[in-house]
C-alpha cells in the first residue's frame, strides 16, 4: 500500500510534462529566432532532470552577449571589444575559460557570424632560455666579441734581405734577431708587431694628441713568445729619439720577472742606444731615485734618466709619491704583464694612481712658454726626425682652431697574459681606448672565440704531455721520489703549496737520497726557493738552477709565472692548483718555445673529484692521462723513505 503510493520513478508529475513541454518549445523558439537572427531569450541553467529549474546562476555567452551590447558588427576594433568582454565576463583559471568558451560558443554563432570572428591569437609561448655562453656574452665589451683569433702554429721568417719598407722591423732589429738565433716570429709576435709597427702609419708617432693609438691585450699562452711581442715594438718606435724621456712603463708582478725582462730588452735592443731602468725595492730608494731621474732639466732640458722603466707596481707606486722629477705623462708604452694578476693586486690603489700620473694637464699639451718668452716643440715622429726648435710665442688666440681639438694622451696601453681576464669590471678599470683583442688558440671546429674567451678555458702548450697521480696523502712524497727515480723527472720545478710545505719536502727528499742506494752515477740536487729567501739568496739559487747546478727546485706559487727557464723538462704540483690559471701558469714553465715538456700532478684521494672538475670546466680533461703507480712498484723506494721520514720527525721534535 505505502508502496503504490510512492510515484513510480518513471513517471512524471504533471508539473514536470507540463515544464519539459516548454521547454521544448523553447528550444524550438530558439531555433528559428537563431535562424532569422533574432536575439533569443536569456538562458538559464535549466538542465536538471529533477524538476523545475531553480535560477541559479545565469552564464551569458560571450558572443551572445556581443552580440546584445552590438559590439560584434565587422570592423576589429569591435571584435577586439568583444575579446576584451570574453574576458571580463568569464571567470576563473584559463583552462577553464576556454572549456566555457566551447561549450557556450555554439557552432551556430561561429557559422552565421564567420567574418566577424576573432582571430585567434597564437598562445604564448616560453622562449628558450639563453645559453651560458649567451649570457656571459652580454657582460663582454665590442672589443672582446670581436677578438682577433691568431693560429698559435702561424710563424713568419725573418728575413734579412728583405728592404725596410717590406718588412715590419728595421734591418739593425733584424740582423740582431738572426745573431740571437731568432729566425721567425711566433704567432703572437706576427699578429701584434704589426699592429704596433704599421710602417708610415700614425700610430707610429710618439706624440699624438689628436689620434691616440688603440690599445691592445693580447691573450696567448704560457712560452708563446709575449715579451718580444712587446719589447721589439718599444725598441723599433723608441729608439730614433732624441731626448730622453721615460716613454715605455713596464709593470710586472715580481722582482724576478722584471730582472727577466730587463735581460731581453738589454740583449735585444743592443747598440741601439735605449737607456733602460729598473725600480723593484731591491736597491735603496735614493739609489733608485738617482738612477731614474736628474735635476739639471735647466741645461738638458729633461728630467729622465732613462726611456724604458721595467718595474713592480709597489715600487712604482713610491716613485709617483715620493720622487719629485719622476713623471709618466711623456709615455707612449704601458705595458702591463701577466695583466690578470697584476689587475687582481689593489696595492695602494697603484692602476688608478698610475693612469692618473699619465693624464697630461691641459697645458703641458700647448706649446710651452720658456723664461724667455719663447715655446718649444718637439716633433718625435717616428722617422726619427726629432728636433728641439725655438719658436716665438704668439699671443692668446680666441679663434677656434686645431689645437682646440681635445687632446688626449699618447700613452698606448699594452695588456698580455696567458690567463688574460675577460671580466669586463677588471678590464673597465683601465680605461682602455678602442682595444683591439688577440687570442692566440685554436679553435675547435664550431666553437668561437667568444666561448673561449667567456668560458676562460685557457690554452695550454701543445707540445705539453699531462699527467695525474691519484694517491693516499701519506704516499705522496714517496709517489714524488718514485717520479724523480722512475720517471727521470730530475730536471724539474716542484710547487707545493706554501713555503713550509717546500722546506718540510726539500728536507725529506735529502734524507731520503741520502738513505737510498746509490744506483747511478749521479748525485741529484734540490732546493728550496720561497720567500723567505732573502733576495740575494733567492736570484742565486735561480742562476744556480739556470746553470743546471740545481737539478730540482721546490718553490711556491711564486714562481709560476712568467719564469722562463728553457731546460725545464718536468714540472710537478706536488699540491694541487686551487684554481685552472695557477695550473696554466705552473705548467707553462715547461714546454716553452715549442720545446717538448712533461706536466704531473699529485692528487690526493678527497681532493680527485674538485681536480678532475675543474679541469672538465677548462675543457680540458681528456688531455690529461692518469698514472697508476703499483704498490709493487715502490717497494723498492720503501725501506729508505721509512728511514727518511722517521729521521725528519725526530728532527722536528724539540731537543730538551
Ligand atoms: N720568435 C722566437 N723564436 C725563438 N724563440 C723565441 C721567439 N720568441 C720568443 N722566444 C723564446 O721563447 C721563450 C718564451 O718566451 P716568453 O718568455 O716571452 O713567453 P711568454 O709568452 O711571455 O710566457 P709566459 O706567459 O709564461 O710569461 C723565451 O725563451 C724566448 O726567448
Not at 570572428?117 to 656574452?137: I, W
Not at 721615460?246 to 735581460?263: C, F, H, S
Not at 678527497?606 to 690529461?624: C, P, S, V, W, Y
Given at each position: ?237 723608441l729608439s730614433p729619439r732624441v731626448?730622453t ?24 735592443g743592443k747598440g741601439r742606444g735605449l737607456k ?31 726611456d ?349
Open positions: 500500500m505505502a508502496d503504490s503510493q510512492q510515484p513510480h520513478p518513471k513517471t512524471k508529475s504533471k508539473a514536470k510534462k507540463r515544464y519539459l513541454k516548454a521547454k521544448k518549445e523553447r528550444r524550438k523558439h530558439r531555433k528559428t529566432s537563431d535562424r532569422s537572427g533574432a536575439l533569443p531569450e536569456e538562458e538559464t541553467d535549466d538542465n536538471s532532470e529533477d524538476g523545475p529549474p531553480e535560477k541559479t546562476s545565469t552564464v551569458i555567452s560571450p558572443a551572445r552577449l556581443a552580440r546584445q551590447s552590438n559590439l560584434a558588427i565587422g570592423d576589429d576594433s569591435q571584435k577586439r571589444k568583444k575579446r576584451k568582454l570574453d574576458h571580463t565576463i568569464t571567470e576563473g583559471p584559463l583552462e577553464d575559460q576556454s572549456k566555457q568558451a566551447e561549450v557556450d560558443e555554439p557552432e551556430v554563432v561561429e557559422d552565421s557570424l564567420p567574418d566577424r570572428a576573432l582571430p585567434l591569437f597564437p598562445l604564448p609561448t616560453r622562449p628558450d632560455a639563453p645559453s651560458k655562453t649567451e649570457l656571459a656574452l652580454q657582460g663582454l665589451n665590442r672589443a672582446q666579441i670581436e677578438a682577433e683569433l691568431v693560429d698559435p702554429n702561424s710563424t713568419l721568417p725573418i728575413n734579412l734581405d728583405a728592404d725596410n719598407s717590406q718588412s715590419i722591423l728595421g734591418s739593425k732589429t733584424r740582423k740582431r734577431l738572426i745573431d740571437l738565433g731568432v729566425n721567425d716570429l711566433f704567432a703572437v709576435q706576427t699578429a701584434v708587431i704589426p699592429f704596433l709597427l704599421r710602417s708610415g702609419h700614425k700610430y707610429t708617432s710618439l706624440y699624438d694628441p689628436y689620434h691616440p693609438p688603440r690599445d691592445v691585450c693580447v691573450s696567448a699562452p704560457t712560452g708563446s713568445g709575449k715579451t718580444l711581442a712587446y719589447v721589439l715594438p718599444i725598441i723599433e718606435l731626448v724621456r721615460l716613454r715605455a712603463l713596464i709593470v710586472l708582478p715580481t722582482r724576478d720577472l722584471v730582472a727577466q725582462v730587463r735581460e731581453v730588452f738589454e740583449t735585444t733602460i731602468g729598473t725600480a723593484t725595492g731591491q736597491h735603496s730608494f735614493s739609489h733608485e731615485q738617482a738612477q731614474l731621474v736628474t735635476d739639471e732639466e735647466w741645461r738638458t732640458g729633461r728630467t729622465s734618466k732613462v724604458v722603466l721595467i718595474c713592480t707596481p709597489g715600487r712604482l707606486i713610491d716613485h709617483i709619491d715620493g720622487t719629485s722629477l719622476f713623471t709618466l705623462r711623456d709615455l707612449r708604452f704601458l705595458v702591463i704583464d701577466e695583466a690578470d694578476k697584476l689587475l687582481n693586486q689593489s696595492f695602494q690603489d697603484w692602476l688608478a694612481k698610475v693612469l692618473a700620473a699619465i693624464q697630461r694637464p691641459y697645458e703641458s699639451y700647448l706649446p710651452v712658454i720658456s723664461r724667455h718668452g719663447l715655446r718649444s716643440l718637439e716633433d718625435t715622429s717616428a722617422g726619427g726626425c726629432v728636433t728641439a726648435s725655438l719658436v716665438p710665442q704668439e699671443p692668446p688666440n680666441e679663434l677656434q682652431t686645431d689645437c682646440d681639438e681635445p687632446r688626449h694622451s699618447s700613452c698606448q696601453k699594452l695588456l698580455f697574459s696567458a690567463t688574460l681576464t675577460s671580466d669586463p669590471g677588471k678590464i673597465a678599470l683601465l680605461g682602455l681606448r678602442d682595444p683591439k683583442y688577440f687570442v692566440v688558440r685554436e679553435v675547435a671546429t664550431g666553437a668561437s672565440v667568444n666561448h673561449h674567451l667567456v668560458s676562460e678555458g685557457f690554452s695550454i702548450p701543445t707540445n705539453l704531455v699531462e699527467h695525474m697521480v691519484v694517491c693516499n696523502p701519506s704516499q705522496k712524497p714517496l709517489m714524488l721520489f718514485y717520479l724523480v727515480r722512475a720517471q727521470r723527472v730530475d730536471t724539474a720545478l716542484v710547487f707545493t703549496k706554501s713555503s713550509e710545505s717546500t722546506a718540510r719536502l726539500v728536507k725529506l727528499f735529502e734524507l731520503f737520497e741520502k738513505n737510498s742506494p746509490v744506483t747511478e752515477n749521479r748525485k741529484l740536487i734540490i732546493r728550496a726557493y720561497s720567500s723567505d729567501l732573502p733576495p740575494s739568496e733567492r736570484k742565486s739559487i735561480l742562476e744556480q738552477f739556470k746553470e743546471k747546478k740545481i737539478g730540482i727546485l721546490v718553490c711556491s706559487d711564486l714562481i709560476s709565472r712568467g719564469l722562463d727557464i728553457s731546460h725545464v723538462a718536468h714540472v710537478v704540483s706536488y699540491d694541487v692548483p686551487i684554481d685552472i690559471r695557477k695550473y696554466v701558469h705552473r705548467v707553462g714553465r715547461t714546454a716553452r718555445a715549442g720545446r717538448h715538456g712533461e706536466a704531473w700532478t699529485l692528487v690526493e684521494e678527497q681532493e680527485a673529484r674538485h681536480f678532475k672538475t675543474m679541469m672538465k670546466d677548462a675543457g680540458h680533461l681528456n688531455q690529461i692521462k692518469r698514472v697508476r703507480i703499483s704498490d709493487e712498484e715502490l717497494v723498492p723506494l720503501t725501506a729508505a723513505y721509512d728511514i727518511a721520514l722517521t729521521q725528519l720527525k725526530k728532527s722536528y721534535q724539540p731537543h730538551w
